[in-house]
C-alpha cells in the first residue's frame, strides 16, 4: 500500500492509503498488545456505517473496544462536547495505555485528537478521517482542536497521530457536497506548492468528479506528502512556513464565523477565500487575470460555490482581525505570486481586503 | 539571587527564587519585546495583595496587560472555568504572542498552564507561584491542567512555562493552614529523594514554622532542584521515574475526591496519604517502625492532620483505581524502602491498602 512518511522525529508516523483497508487499522493501534483498549470516537453518521466493522476487527485481535458518538457536523467541535467525552472515557475506564480512534471527518478528527491530546495529559490516537477534506488535510500534521464561538479552532494543541490510515474506497459513500468541498482543498495544494498537480487535477477533472479510486488514491497520496513537506519543516507553525497551508483561510474563516458555521462547508469556504485572495493577489499586483481564470475555472470544474456569502463586510474584516494569524494587530494574508508558489503578505489595507471580497 | 536551571533541551528554564523580587517578574516576561500583551491569570485572595504592583510593574515596561480573576479554590480547577477564561482572553484580543502570567497557588497555575497550553494551541507562559506548595512543587515541572468530577487532574498537558518566579516574601501573607500544608511536599523531596535534607527539617522546625526567609529559601531552592532532578530524567511521566514524586498521592487523591476537594487542603491529603504509604511499606516489610515513627514526628511539628478522612474505605478503593496511575486495572504506589529513597510497586492487594489505611 501506498504509504507517506512523515519524519517528525520522534513523533514520526506513517499515513498508509488504500481501498478497501479500513479494518487494517487494527494492526495501526497495537492491538495486539495485552489488555489493549481502544476507543472509537466517531459521529452517528459514520457509526452506522464503519463503526462496528473496524470495532469487530480490533475485538477480533483481543482488543477492548468502546465507541463514543458525536452528532455530526461543525457544533460538536467545542469544548464542552470534549468534556462529555472526557468524562465518558473516565466511565469506559479509559486510561494512559488507551488508544483513541478517530473515525470521520475533520470535526471528528479534530476534537477526538483534542480530547486524545489533554485527556491524562496525553494518550496515543490514530486518524481514520473518512471525508476527502480529512483524508488530505486535517488528518495530517496534528492540529487538534475545538472551536470557542468567537473563533474556530482557537483552543487546541499540537499532537501527532500515531498513525494514519486512509482508505478512499469510504469516499464512495460521502454525499456529493462534501466530496465536492473537500476537492477545494486538493486545488489548494496545486496552487500554494505544486503546478503540475494543478495540471493534473485539469486533465483529470471527469476521472475526480466520478471519484476513480486509482485517480484518488494517487491525489491523497500526493496531497498528504505535500502536506508533509511543510509540516516536516514547521510542525508548530513557528516559521511562517506552515501558515502557506492556510491559503484563502484568512476569508474562510471570517466566512464560517460569520455564517455561524453552519451555511457552508469547510471546503465551500476555502473554494470562495481562495478566489478572494486570489483577487487581492491580483489588487497587489502579485498575479494576473490568467492566474485567477485558471483557479476559477478549476473549482467550478468541481462545481464549488465561489461567491462570498451575503453578511456585512465590516463585521467579516472585524473576525478576521480575530483570526489567530493575526499578529499584534496586523493582517496578514496567504498570497500567491505565481502557480505552484505563495507568499505571506503582512500588513494589507483593509481597503483592499473589502475590494477583494468583490467578485 | 539563587538560580535552578531546569534543563529540558529547547524547553530549558530558569526557577529564580528570592524575597521581596515579585516585581522583577517584568524582566521574564520578554516585556521589553514592542507591544507586548501580558495577562495574569490569579484568584480573587491573591488579586488583591499583589496583582496591582505586578501589573503596575510590567506598565512601565510599556506592557499591555490585563488581570482576570477567578474564585480562589480548588472547584476553579475545571474546565467550566478554563471555558470562561479563553474566552476572555479572545475578548482581550490574545493572540499567538501574548504571555500568561500565572499569579497564585497550585490552582491558579495549573488552571492558568492550561489555558495558556491550549489558547491558539499554546501561548508562553509565566510561573509566579504565591503558596508554599506551589512554590516547592506545581510550578515545576509543566503539568497543567484542570480536575473533572470524576477525579483530579484527569485532563491537562505538560507544558513547560518559560520562566518562574518565587518571591518567599510573599508567603508572609499566607494563611497558617495553608503555609502548613505546603511543608507536606516538603517533607516528601526528604522522604524520597534526600535523607540529609529530611535531617535538615528536622532540624530546623522552629525556623521553619516561624517563616524565617533564609531557611525558606534555602527550603525553596533545595525543594525545586530535587523536583528539577526528577522532571529532568522524566519529563512526561513515561519512564517512571516521575512518578515517585507522587509518594501518598495515590491516597491523597482518593481522600480529595472522596471529600469533595473542600475538606482537605492538598498538602494535608499528602500528609495523610504519606502516613498511609508508610504503613502499606511497612507492612509489605519494606521499612521498619522507626522510619513511620520519624516521618510521623516531623508532620506532627508542622501540625499537620494525619488522619484518614470519615469516608466509606470502600469507595476510596474505587476512586484509587480511577487514579491516572492505574495501570491496566492494577494499583501501583510509590512506597519508600530507607529515609531518601522510594521505589514504584505494582500489583498490591486491596486489602493491604484497606489495612495501611488504618492509623
Redesign the interface.
Known sequence: MPTVHVNLGPRSYDIVIGSGNLCHAASLCDAEQ??AQTVIITDSNVAELYAEPLATALEELGCDVAVLEVEPGEPSKA??V??EL??EL??H?A???TVIVALGGGVVGDLAGFVA??????LRFVQIPTTLLAQVDSSVGG?V?VN????K??????WQPCAVLIDVAVLSSLPEREYRAGLAEVVKYGVIQDAAFFGYLESHVGQINDRDPNVLAHLVERCCRLKADVVEQDE??ETGLRAILNYGHTFCHAFESATGYEQLLHGEGVAIGMMCAARLAERLGRVDATFIERQRKLLEAFKLPLDVPAVDRDELIELMY?D?K????KLRFVLPTCMGHVELVRGVANDDVLAAMEG
Chains 1, 2 share one sequence.
Open positions: 495485552d489488555d469544548p464542552e470534549a468534556i472526557w468524562e473516565l466511565d475506564g486510561d494512559r495505555k491530546a489533554t485527556f491524562t495529559r496525553g492540529k482542536g470557542l464561538p468567537g473563533g479552532n482557537l483552543v487546541g494543541a499540537f508548530r507553525e480575530r489567530k493575526v499578529e499584534r494587530g
